[in-house]
């Protein structure tokens, strides 16, 4: 295993990641190099009663530490991006830290393109009874004006981004019968404090719901029509600790010295030119029908999905062998997609997560056919590999083998 650095920092896009055992210690001083005085933390309720994460970030922020917004869920619903703002107007906070997963990650970055944007609540709701094209994107012409930190303790991947989506209408309430979702891009976090002993915090049932979503981040990057040397490099490297890493701390295989700091550098390394592709679709697909966690869905599919796209095109197998430590030398085609396959199967087994999806809860056989539809037109199948023809019919097949 290629050794890493006990720390590093990385500018990306303008997001300087600070990597690193007890890094949070010196997020203080580093907002006040940059002006920043009144920090709110954001995060959801259990994050915000675990004092041995939140006992550490609030030390770390020292007198800039404005309040604690604990009130992300799940559900990233708009409301909740609203009654962050309003939460950050009266601490008088003019910087967010995001700590935790996705959920909270994401409704932070785009509270701040809703800050941005200038619609309230209703306005933004009577656009989305409207029709998608009246909602918009959040901001499209502006970046938002209230810079935020991330402080990542999960594996899901949200921290080096722009993405994520809130939800305006639940399926049950839209003319439409499907989610109505709102979100805008551009909005780059100031900072990525990602420090492995906060990780350490995290319950391991956590880190395994989330393990599965980061680590196809690296897989799809790498079979992406939209590949180039660089992307690959960070990903195939980024698997390579993953792969190995992410069974001793989310999973049942002994720990193992540093591997925790592994799988936290992996997890950095696979987003930093991410390239969300089928696996995603997959993910979305099922977020259409059911309230259903993403990196579950992506644990039960991915090995499924990779067998499919290696009976259609090549998919970068070999890539994708060299950081999933799959021997290739003398090897045929056929051979290595199997060990691949069988690879990214060996990490999902070895962590606690579905690996069917008759097994999520409220999934349908009967449902199926729909979900491959969605799956099909989802907007990362765009960068499905050159050459692949992913019709609603194959993607059924996929369904079918998984269930």
Request: glycine share 10%; net charge negative; aromatic share 4%.
């Amino acid at each position: 295993m290629l050794p890493i650095a006990d720390s590093f920092e990385h500018v990306h896009r303008g997001c300087e990641v600070r990597y690193g055992r007890g890094r949070i210690a010196g997020l203080g001083d580093w907002l006040g190099e940059r002006d920043r005085d009144d920090a709110l933390i954001v995060c959801g309720s259990n994050t915000g009663a675990n004092d041995a994460l939140m006992d550490p970030i609030r030390d770390g922020l020292g007198d800039r530490f404005a309040g604690v917004f604990d009130g992300t869920t799940p559900d990233k619903r708009v409301e909740t991006a609203y009654d962050l703002l309003d939460a950050r107007a009266e601490a008088g906070a003019d910087v967010l830290v995001a700590v935790g997963g996705g959920a909270s990650l994401d409704v932070a970055r785009q509270a701040t393109l809703l800050a941005a944007d200038g619609r309230d609540l209703d306005e933004l709701r009577a656009d989305a009874e409207a029709g998608d094209d009246a909602l918009g994107d959040l901001a499209p012409e502006r970046g938002p004006a209230l810079p935020f930190v991330v402080v990542p303790t999960t594996f899901a991947g949200a921290d080096v981004s722009t993405g994520g989506s809130l939800e305006v209408f639940a399926a049950d309430e839209s003319p439409t019968g499907q989610p109505v979702t709102v979100s805008g891009s551009g909005a780059w976090p100031i900072a990525d404090v990602a420090d492995p002993a906060l990780f350490e915090t995290t319950p391991t049932s956590v880190l395994a719901g989330s393990a599965m979503n980061g680590f196809d981040k690296g897989i799809e990057t790498t079979y992406a029509r939209d590949a180039d040397p660089v992307s690959d490099a960070a990903a195939v490297h980024g698997l390579r600790l993953l792969a190995d890493a992410l069974p001793r701390v989310a999973g049942d295989e002994p720990g193992g010295e540093r591997a925790t700091d592994r799988a936290v550098a992996g997890s950095l390394l696979v987003q930093l030119d991410r390239k969300i592709s089928v696996i995603h679709a997959f993910g979305h697909g099922f977020a259409r029908r059911y309230d259903v966690q993403q990196g579950a869905i992506h644990a039960v599919v991915a090995p499924h999905a990779l067998a499919y796209l290696f009976d259609e095109v090549d998919a970068s197998r070999r890539a994708l062998a060299a950081g999933l430590g799959v021997r290739t030398d003398g090897r045929g085609d056929a051979a290595i997609a199997e060990d691949v396959v069988a690879a990214v199967a060996a990490v999902r087994d070895a962590l606690d997560v579905p690996t069917r999806l008759r097994d999520l809860p409220e999934t349908d056989e009967d449902d199926l056919p729909a979900i491959a539809e969605f799956v099909a037109d989802d907007p990362p199948m765009e960068r499905a590999p050159a050459g692949l023809d992913a019709t609603a019919e194959g993607v059924l097949g996929v369904l079918r083998a998984a269930w």
